[in-house]
T-cell receptor, first 111, second 112 residues
């Protein structure tokens, strides 16, 4: 079983739609959580950190459920420019700060 | 953007040859990482460094070695390249605890 699991998609949605991604993690000792965005043939870039209380950044909302060990990302009013792969990431060991990445969920926003 | 650069950006090499990839940062961050990314596997940690001359193995370290003689440089060496090491290699740096990484632009390595 992978430590971080995501639905690979693709999610094909029309512009303006709301789309949600979930991810589950297996290690209950995980400390920090993130969503990264990766465009085709580019490096991953930090989209947002995920806090226990939930957090929002514009059209993006992230939630963490420690009891169920899942993380979610909600994108409202999808734009064409949101098309990318979204990586769910957890930090298990704050000593070495090593991040474990999910394989990503691909989003394609259609005009 | 954070100052992190990787070189070379692209490389084609022959099986059995040694290859060194370089990661250079100007952020004075203590932590540096090498990942490889392959279809179906996502990003996997090869080696990481938590200071000058302090390195440790990740989950896919076989066939790779690293060195960090200066804070700003972290080198990844493939001792004898194999076709299974064809991949995209990303270097990353980490600043404060709880923050994510900043990645370099990646090196596309093809072993023929």
């Amino acid at each position: 079983r992978k430590e971080v699991e995501q639905d690979p998609g693709p999610f094909n949605v029309p512009e303006g739609a709301t789309v949600a991604f979930n991810c589950t993690y297996s290690n209950s000792a995980s400390q920090s959580f993130f969503w990264y965005r990766q465009d085709c043939r580019k490096e991953p870039k930090l989209l947002m950190s995920v806090y226990s209380s939930g957090n929002e950044d514009g059209r993006f909302t992230a939630q963490l459920n420690r009891a169920s060990q899942y993380i979610s990302l909600l994108i409202r009013d999808s734009k064409l420019s949101d098309s990318a792969t979204y990586l769910c990431v957890v930090m298990r060991d704050t000593g070495r700060r090593a991040l474990t990445f999910g394989s990503g969920t691909r989003l394609q926003v259609q005009p | 953007d954070a100052g992190i650069t990787q070189s070379p950006r692209h490389k084609v090499t022959e099986t059995g040859t040694p290859v060194t990839l370089r990661c250079h940062q100007t952020e004075n961050h203590r932590y540096m990482y090498w990942y490889r990314q392959d279809p179906g596997h996502g990003l996997r940690l090869i080696h990481y460094s938590y200071g000058v001359k302090d390195t440790d193995k990740g989950e896919v370290s076989d066939g790779y070695s690293v060195s960090r003689s200066k804070t700003e440089d972290f080198l990844l060496t493939l001792e004898s390249a194999t076709s299974s090491q064809t991949s995209v290699y990303f270097c990353a740096i980490s600043g404060r605890t709880g923050e994510g990484y900043t990645f370099g632009s990646g090196t596309r390595l093809t072993v023929v």
